[in-house]
């Protein structure tokens, strides 16, 4: 039964008026709970939520009212005041106590999950060992809730560590961790592991090793998954060495080695930037490959049916490294120089994928469906790289060959999109996909191994650069509307005109659609069936069970616009279906780094410009929001470079602005905090880049102080916490920048702001220390140290250095 609304803002109304009467605070608060138990549900309920919001510390205690409340909705309140972040840790204890009383008490499913989920926020001492404590001993679904509790817990570092330890190794039966616990917190163990400023040891890192290896099938997945998060943190910290050293170590904690030497490869490239480590990686990885089975399947005797089908499944999993060994190989050798010996190896791993592909056309099931559409996606990869090595030997990007591959590789990305669109309805059913996009930023992307870091002994940074711009202008040709920022390439020849001018690419957009409505359709029956039978248990299964169906309907009608779309105006259906890449703010931001921020705004303008000619359909509204706001941070900070503060900080507001409205649109529509998130830090960063050209090029470090109070409020990570120690230092709290100081570990995304702060503390060797390894390190180019080197000299938090020889020294410009 549905409550009236009228009911509800009748009852609201009665206790706002009940708590707007007096002052928040203990007398407001005491108003309420003396007339609590008066009243009838709805009553109590609004009650509840004015007393979240009246509540001061010293009502804790009395609030254990709500606790015994027969309604849930008035308990889930309580655990919401329990959780206040503004109580610090004020009756931490008692807080602890009514939270676990919730997840091991109460009857309702919601309300342990929502404790548990608030001892993990809570994050003191006694909640992190009160939610280790119950991963012990609540039932199962409860347990895995508490282990993600304990998992998003700051502070619970350790007792992750010693259950997962507990789990997967020598630990007896009775001390071992549960499986369904492992799962929740393998990721968190990895990314402690390299986020500590110790490297990990072999012996921590065996558990991730056996992980891949349990017998149970959600630890296995848990553990490829957490390994996978692990090697990406090692590629956002930008650690080179770090990064190569902790897969040495996973080598010797037992991990496959043909893991070790895909990974390896990898990072050879970025954070690395060592190609001759990626290629000796990469034929490990091929030697390894061969040796497994990547030679013919053999022949098996009558009856070995399964014996054959296992070998068959051996040999196309050292067929699928190989593939991947020859592609790494042959990038390896393009960052090298070596244009021929890298054609070549592209070549055979594109032989290879080709291959598999066609052993996989015509088989059916998930799984084989799955891995045909990692052969897909390969093929498009390599035939991008190929075109790299084309533009690389000086051929034109209007080339009719060259521009054929680039088709090529459009059309396998298509279908790679439309064999995932079929296999999961959750992943995106009616929602526009972005082809480019999804190639050029994935892990084994060309682009990304050979140009995140431009300082590759086969090419100078300015050919890299080059290289960037033209294939960004190739691909406009192709797909304007999909690549804002380039110009498309104009005067072509007609056999070029003809492969521009090809219209298969729609016949695979219409594939998609049916193929997401067929699933939409499928889970709607599903669904159906499920409630019909009296599936699932509790009013909140049944809710979100109707709350699923709502989404699918929505989805449907959506799919089915489309589809009329696609009658009347095709190129329409394309631009609702088709996202725009975000390639020129890449290339941009490369520009702006090297030292060329009039030209990267000259990119990011034009991305803006057409972004705005092309319009931004209701199908993809807030990514394109998402997409003008990064474009604009993109044109700010240029504008900063080039000290035109005035029109950075227009541009910086106006991208604050922005996202001003979509927070609330957002907020207006009940959306979760995750979905908010995205948002929530592209206006972190909108703001702290409006306090760096307030505090350094207008001159302005008490509106700088305001910009960056807002940014910290929206986020709290290492960055903003040395931010915090340098705004700290900055106004005269030396003692609190300290304490803060003492929380961030120096890294590549830290060092130049904790050498402002050391300056400002007067600590002139720690800031000169920091400094030096900013400069050693964490630019790709002379160009880029360059830049930096005058933007240090220029900087009012070093000031007090700028008499120092080792400081000259540093800031001094350089040819090399």
């Not at 994050?123 to 509790?149: F, W």
């Not at 991947?324 to 055979?348: N, P, T």
Request: net charge negative; charged share 25%; with cysteine.
């Amino acid at each position: 039964m549905r409550t009236s609304p009228g009911l509800l803002v009748a009852a609201a109304l009665v206790w706002v008026g009940l708590a707007s009467a007096q002052e928040p605070g203990p007398k407001g608060a005491q108003r309420i709970l003396e007339s609590f138990a008066q009243g009838d549900t709805l009553v109590r309920r609004a009650g509840a939520r004015s007393l979240l919001a009246v509540a001061g510390p010293e009502d804790l205690r009395a609030c254990v009212l709500l606790a015994s409340d027969p309604d849930i909705r008035v308990r889930q309140t309580l655990i919401e005041i329990c959780r206040r972040p503004d109580f610090g840790s004020h009756e931490a204890l008692w807080r602890v106590s009514i939270l676990t009383h919730f997840a091991q008490e109460d009857p309702a499913q919601i309300v342990r999950t929502e404790s548990l989920a608030a001892l993990g926020i809570l994050d003191v001492v006694e909640s992190t060992s009160a939610l280790a404590r119950l991963t012990r001993v609540l039932p199962g679904p409860d347990r895995a809730s508490a282990a993600r509790g304990l998992a998003a817990s700051r502070r619970g570092g350790e007792a992750v560590a010693a259950l997962v330890q507990a789990g997967l190794g020598s630990a007896s039966p009775s001390e071992r961790t549960a499986p369904d616990v492992l799962a929740e917190l393998l990721d968190a163990y990895g990314l402690g592991l390299v986020d500590r400023e110790a490297r990990p040891l072999p012996w921590e890192l065996e558990p991730m090793v056996r992980a891949l290896n349990h017998p149970d099938t959600e630890v296995g997945q848990a553990g490829f998954v957490a390994l996978g998060r692990m090697v990406a943190r090692l590629v956002e910290k930008g650690d080179g060495p770090r990064a190569l050293h902790t897969m040495e170590n996973l080598l010797k904690a037992g991990l496959d080695p043909m893991l070790v030497h895909y990974h390896r490869a990898r990072l050879a490239f970025y954070p690395a930037g060592d190609p001759e480590v990626a290629v000796a990686a990469a034929r490990a990885l091929a030697a390894q490959a061969e040796e497994f089975g990547g030679g013919e399947a053999s022949e098996f005797p009558t009856g070995a049916a399964r014996m054959e089908q296992a070998h068959e499944g051996m040999v196309r999993r050292g067929k699928a490294w190989l593939m991947r060994a020859r592609y790494l190989e042959g990038l390896g050798h393009f960052a090298l120089g070596d244009l021929d010996s890298s054609e070549a190896r592209l070549k055979e791993s594109l032989i290879l994928a080709e291959g598999l592909r066609a052993d996989r056309w015509d088989q059916s099931g998930t799984e084989l469906q799955e891995l045909y559409a990692d052969d897909l996606f390969h093929c498009a990869l390599v035939e991008v790289a190929l075109v790299i090595v084309q533009l690389g030997r000086g051929v034109p990007a209007s080339d009719a060959d060259l521009l054929r591959g680039l088709w090529r590789a459009y059309r396998s990305q298509l279908g790679t999109q439309l064999l995932r669109a079929g296999l999961q309805v959750n992943g995106g059913m009616g929602t526009p996909q972005g082809a480019w996009d999804a190639l050029l930023d994935s892990e084994l992307s060309p682009y990304r191994l050979l140009f995140a870091r431009r300082d590759m002994p086969g090419f100078t940074i300015e050919e890299a650069l080059d290289l960037q711009a033209r294939l960004g202008r190739a691909l406009a040709t192709l797909t304007p509307d999909e690549q804002p920022g380039f110009e498309p390439l104009q005067g072509l020849d007609p056999e070029a005109m003809a492969v521009v001018g090809d219209p298969f690419p729609r016949a695979w957009l219409t594939a998609i659609l049916e193929r997401q409505l067929d699933q939409i359709e499928n889970e709607q029956y599903r669904l159906q069936g499920v409630m019909a039978r009296g599936g699932g248990s509790g009013w909140e299964v049944q809710e979100s069970k109707l709350e699923r169906l709502e989404n699918l309907a929505r989805q449907r009608q959506l799919v089915l616009t489309q589809q009329a779309l696609l009658l009347s105006d095709p190129d329409a259906l394309r631009r609702e279906l088709r996202l725009p890449a975000t390639q020129a703010l890449w290339l941009a931001r490369d520009l702006r780094e090297e030292g060329h921020a009039a030209k990267g705004r000259v990119f990011a303008q034009r991305a803006r410009d057409d972004l705005d000619r092309v319009g931004i359909p209701n199908a993809w509204y807030f990514v394109g929001i998402e997409r003008l706001v990064r474009t604009d941070l993109v044109i700010g900070s240029c504008y900063t470079d080039e000290d035109e503060a005035l029109l950075a900080q227009e541009t910086l507001l106006g991208a604050v602005e922005r996202l001003d409205g979509v927070l609330s649109r957002l907020e207006s529509r009940g959306v979760s905090r995750g979905a908010l998130a995205p948002f929530e830090a592209l206006q972190s960063n909108a703001l702290v880049s409006l306090a760096v050209n307030a505090n350094v090029r207008l001159g302005q470090p008490d509106r700088a102080l305001k910009y960056y109070e807002r940014a910290y409020a929206l986020r709290q990570d290492e960055f903003m916490h040395v931010l915090l120690a340098c705004y700290r230092a900055r106004s005269g709290q030396s003692a609190e920048a300290r304490r803060v100081l003492r929380r961030v570990r120096p890294g590549p995304r830290t060092w130049y702001n904790m050498a402002c702060t050391y300056a400002l503390l007067g600590e002139s060797t720690s800031a000169l220390d920091m400094l030096e390894q900013e400069l050693k390190e964490n630019h790709s180019s002379e160009a880029a140290r360059n830049r930096q080197r005058a933007w240090a000299a220029e900087d009012p938090d070093l000031a007090s250095l700028r008499e120092d020889p080792r400081f000259q020294s540093l800031t001094r410009k350089t040819d090399r």
